[in-house]
């Protein structure tokens, strides 16, 4: 028997692995040509903490997280309470234990999961340099029926350099964990993955929106490090320069987001990433971007808010601050990825988008998309790149206008080195000659240009996915598109019609796109990860939806599944 | 007071360079001191600078004359210009004199001292020098000055020093960005 | 001392650095001299307009980018050396000045002056401090003497000892050091000059008196003094020096030798190149 996919869960404290244990089965699962996703949950300490790799691994790409764990492996149960909440079971799920780790915690064992004890420990310790994750690892690939050649090479490439009595303890690790699985019989084995098929990557959120900043042609970053962000940064750091820019560490966030300003002032396109805390810290200078007219792309890798909030786990609360936290009347551009791979594309326009209307723009990821990796087809090619609309003629007789009020409200861009192009960008309201000042009819031509920009822009295909028919839609955004979409294409399976409409573009709404996109509607379901209910608040403020509209909202850190959103929206249908 | 031996003194070139820099920073002074005048809406002040500012004008422009007649004079940096005793060139009037509620009478004050340290600094240079042709312009250009001297001298007649609160103000200052 | 006197060439004058804009700055504020000062000093180096890129944060001082003629960014409150160490890192074929006041950039900036110091980038900071907020009304700054009575925010004085700029930047390892006083512009133009010449992160402390609300200092005339030694290259000489001056010294304290930062930015790899990496 075969299953369309697979969720599978490793658990453990410090020491045993379980992240590794992880990734390396994503990556043998990617070597034999299935998709998968791998978020983490993990507590707050730096080593030695309660941790949790989640994996599912399918034939098909995997949108989101399974609806429950079929296999949970657990090298030992250290505040395993902790996450719980986080490990849904039935009783169809399985759970391997380790008699000498003691009982199934409570939690676990009432969803009446069946238990197979595997001596995990013991049969590590048989093998010198054996490790548990690496048993484990074992049992699962032969649970799930993954070619044992797969894990040979994640094996080769992770610890080949160690020497080969590390590959051999792990391989024998692996054998260990598949003997003993051999007879369990669970029927989880996945299809025999299809040849040729396409090209495929495995890639984390943050390394995606980092690639994403190149190739939308960023050249300068200046950085903070924060979790759940940093993994954007890091991966900046080389591949920046390898391109023939530069990522420098800033002393703080006010530093970080006011260096790209600069940097972004000299004409060169400039991106931070932060969390929550550090986006709150540049909120001020964003508004110096929007008053200055300096393109600048912050990306926000989201996370349990208010305060320090849950700095590891996901959540989708940054809303109202990347859309209404800067003071004064300040339009700018906020736009959500709604993928891992995703984090790719949007990160790519919204460096494109910067640049063209010469504004701020907040990417709005989290740590569900951030700091998971995902096995996806390679993206496609996005023509979306940095292109600043520049002066010309500054050589003529009138003096250049820096604020210069045009039918697009973008102006014309004098960067330092051009002659004749010489003014103050200023955060102070101004005229169209860049000069202070405080006079109504200027403060309203400058605020009225600023938005039309914004306004006035044909933002094309890419303002939101869209797919499905039917009177009942999901509207949602960012990675609570994943579950959304998973689950109006299970209805659709089932013969049941629902459309998904995810908003990539968060500000400026386009009424008149919704209003298309959701023609016929009579039922709306929203979708968000917040506790206030925040995107559907939103939506109210910006649009008008049609029909009777509910929400599903809940805060993080629990993620959002397709189950879910399939059962509310089956109950409208 | 005992004069130092000037970098004006040495020749007629650095001479001129010394007079040039004299002149056009007396006329930029009285003009930027006019336009921070007019910013602070003191239009009577700022009339009367722009005016010192014209006859600044004017006597740079002889100067200049004279300077291009004599062929390219040398360039010096701000701080290697010598004035016997002023650290800036010694007819621009000092900004620190200024006041935005000042009147006619402290203007010209300020005025006949930029023009007393002018003549002063010509004078001391053909007292100093051994070029006889620097001596000769020197002397000339400290005559011009002793004129503007008695000028802004029977100017000031005219504007006797203001009563006590000249400088009130009513209002508090007011706030910025 | 004739070494400097060349030939002129036709150059630019202090005028061709000044805007059409007029400054607001009170009749008698030291700024005025600084910005005559500081234009002064692009007249003497001949800046190309184009090429020079002045920064600034808010206050008083803050507003000379636009009473000059290069390129400007008015930025928001105290993170003048943060816009500017960005720009120039990312441009470093530019010259880049940075002007401030004492609470721009030793209170709400003073994290930013710290790391400067020590990033040492390669771009010239002028603090112009007159140990008082100007455009706020008077208040105490952070460098406003501890028994000062006369703001309304603090009746009693702020009650803690003011920040002593000149031995913060030593500390923080600024290679360049010096201070100056508006009363004698040419000299601030001479420091200025010598800053932006030398390698990496110059701070130009400028005593600027407020005659508003420190009519007082109209008697920092007096008060200067020449610093009285010659400018050495080691900092804990400086130090040491320093720490006995009385805060109204003038002169260059340091002229050091630490390489300015600078991130190295050749291409090696195209896009396609990196994003291979993520194939399967």
Redesign the interface.
């Known amino acids: 028997m075969t299953v369309d996919s697979v969720t599978i869960a490793f658990v453990g404290s410090g020491g045993a692995g379980v992240m590794t244990a992880g990734q390396m089965l994503l990556d043998a699962a990617?070597?034999v040509g299935w998709y998968g996703l791998m978020s983490r949950s993990s507590g707050p300490q730096i080593r030695g903490g309660e941790a949790a790799a989640f994996v599912r691994l399918s034939p098909r790409p995997v949108l989101a997280p399974g609806d429950r764990f079929d296999v949970i492996v657990a090298f030992d149960w250290q505040n395993v309470e902790r996450f719980a909440a986080e490990l849904p079971l039935s009783a169809d799920s399985v759970i391997v234990t380790d008699p000498a780790q003691g009982e199934v915690p409570a939690v676990l064992a009432a969803s009446g999961a069946k238990q197979i004890e595997m001596p995990i420990k013991e049969l590590a310790a048989a093998i010198p340099g054996g490790r548990v994750n690496m048993v484990g690892l074992g049992a699962v690939a032969a649970v799930i029926g993954l070619p044992r050649a797969g894990i040979d090479a994640v094996i080769e490439k992770a610890l080949g350099k160690k020497g080969e009595a590390a590959l051999a303890a792990s391989a024998a690790g692996i054998d260990a964990g598949a003997r003993e699985a051999k007879g369990w019989n669970l029927g989880l084995e996945l299809p025999t993955p299809q040849r040729g098929g396409a090209?495929?990557?495995?890639?984390s959120g943050n390394?995606a929106a980092g690639?994403g900043a190149?190739?939308g042609g960023v050249?300068?970053c200046?950085a903070y490090p924060i979790t759940p962000a940093t993994e954007i940064l890091e991966w900046l750091a080389p591949?920046l320069?390898?391109?023939?820019?530069?990522?420098?560490q800033?002393?703080?966030e006010?530093?970080s987001i006011?260096?790209?300003?600069?940097?972004?002032?000299?004409?060169?396109p400039?991106i931070t990433a932060t969390a929550g805390p550090g986006l709150s810290l540049m909120t001020?200078?964003i508004?110096?971007g929007v008053a200055?007219e300096t393109p600048v792309v912050i990306v926000d890798v989201q996370r349990g808010g208010p305060s320090t909030g849950i700095p590891t786990k996901s959540e989708q609360s940054d809303l109202n601050i990347a859309v209404y936290g800067l003071h004064g009347d300040a339009p700018h551009l906020v736009v959500g990825p709604t993928s891992i791979d995703d984090c790719l594309f949007t990160t790519q326009w919204a460096v494109h988008l910067a640049e063209a209307l010469q504004t701020p723009a907040i990417v709005l990821s989290d740590q569900a998309m951030g700091q998971s990796r995902a096995?996806v087809d390679?993206p496609a090619e996005a023509p979306f790149v940095a292109r600043r609309l520049l002066a010309d003629s500054l050589d003529g007789e009138a003096k250049y206008k820096r604020y210069a009020d045009t039918p697009s409200g973008v102006s014309p861009a004098?960067?330092?080195?051009?002659?004749?192009?010489?003014?103050?960008?200023?955060?102070?309201e101004h005229a169209e000659n860049?000069?202070?000042s405080s006079q109504s009819s200027d403060h309203q031509k400058q605020l009225d240009k600023r938005l039309r920009k914004l306004t006035s822009h044909d933002f094309g295909d890419a303002w939101a996915d869209i797919e499905g028919e039917g009177e009942v839609a999901v509207v949602t955004w960012g990675s609570s598109t994943g579950p959304a979409r998973e689950a109006v294409r299970r209805l659709a399976a089932e013969g049941r019609k629902a459309r998904l409409v995810a908003l990539r573009l968060i500000t400026p709404a386009q009424p008149a796109k919704l209003a298309a996109a959701l023609e016929g509607v009579e039922k709306v379901l929203v979708v968000e990860q917040t506790h206030g209910a925040q995107f559907h608040k939103f939506l109210r403020a910006h649009y008008d939806l049609p029909g009777t509209v509910s929400v599903f909202s809940r805060p993080g850190p629990l993620p959002i599944r397709a189950r879910e959103v399939h059962d509310t929206l089956a109950s409208l249908i | 007071m005992k004069t130092k031996v000037l970098n004006g003194a040495a020749n007629v070139g650095l001479f001129l360079a010394h007079a040039l820099e004299l002149e056009n920073e007396a006329a930029e002074r009285y003009e930027e001191l006019a336009d921070s005048m007019e910013a602070h809406n003191n239009v009577e002040v700022a009339t009367l600078f722009r005016d010192l500012a014209g006859y600044s004008r004017k006597h740079a422009a002889e100067v200049k004359q004279v300077a291009a007649e004599h062929g390219p004079v040398p360039k010096v940096a701000p701080w290697e210009f010598q004035w016997d005793s002023t650290t800036e060139s010694p007819e621009a009037a000092g900004f620190e004199h200024a006041h935005y509620l000042m009147k006619p009478h402290h203007a010209l004050t300020m005025a006949l001292l930029s023009e007393t340290q002018g003549n002063t600094y010509y004078a001391s240079v053909a007292a100093e020098t051994k070029d006889p042709e620097v001596a000769r312009l020197a002397r000339a250009f400290a005559e011009e000055e002793a004129q503007h001297v008695t000028l802004v001298r029977k100017w000031l007649e005219r504007y006797p020093a203001p009563k006590d609160g000249w400088d009130d103000d009513p209002d508090p200052p007011n706030i910025s960005d | 001392m004739d070494t400097h006197l060349t030939e002129a060439a036709a150059g630019p004058t202090p005028q061709d650095y000044k805007s059409d804009v007029k400054p607001i700055w009170c009749p008698g504020c030291g700024d005025y001299s600084v910005l005559a000062g500081i234009t002064r000093a692009m007249a003497t180096m001949g800046l190309e307009r184009h090429n020079t890129a002045v920064v600034s944060g808010i206050g008083c001082s803050s507003r000379i980018p636009a009473y000059t003629s290069c390129y400007g960014y008015h930025a928001v409150h105290g993170r003048a050396l943060a816009v500017a160490s960005g720009l120039k890192l990312a441009r470093p074929d530019l010259a880049v000045l940075v002007f401030g006041g004492d609470g721009d950039g030793f209170s709400i900036g003073g994290n930013h002056f710290l790391h400067a110091c020590r990033r040492n980038v390669d771009m010239t900071y002028i603090v112009m401090d007159n140990q008082v907020y100007g455009m706020t009304k008077g208040q105490a700054s952070p460098t406003t003497e501890s028994d000062w009575c006369e703001s309304k925010l603090t009746p009693e004085g702020p009650g803690v000892n003011p920040i002593q700029p000149v031995q913060l930047a030593l500390a923080c390892g600024a290679n360049f050091v010096a201070r100056g006083f508006s009363g004698n512009p040419n000299e601030v133009a001479r420091l200025i000059v010598e800053g932006v010449k030398h390698p990496g992160f110059s701070v130009i402390h400028v005593l600027s008196p407020c005659v508003t609300f420190r009519p007082e200092q109209r008697t920092w005339k007096s008060t200067v003094h020449p610093y009285g030694r010659e400018p050495t290259d080691d900092p804990n000489e400086a130090m040491r020096a320093v720490l006995e001056d009385d805060g109204f010294g003038l002169g260059i304290f340091l002229a050091g030798n630490r390489r300015p930062f600078q991130p190295a930015s050749a291409a090696s790899r195209t896009i396609a190149q990196i994003e291979e990496g993520f194939a399967v």
């Open positions: 990617a070597n090209a495929r990557w495995n890639i390394e690639l190149l190739k050249k300068f200046a591949n320069a390898k391109t023939g820019g530069a990522l420098v800033a002393e703080d006010l530093a006011t260096m790209c300003l600069g940097a972004s002032f000299g004409g060169v400039s001020e200078a508004g110096l200055s096995v390679k004098a960067i330092p080195g051009m002659p004749g192009g010489e003014h103050t960008a200023d955060g102070l860049a000069l202070p």
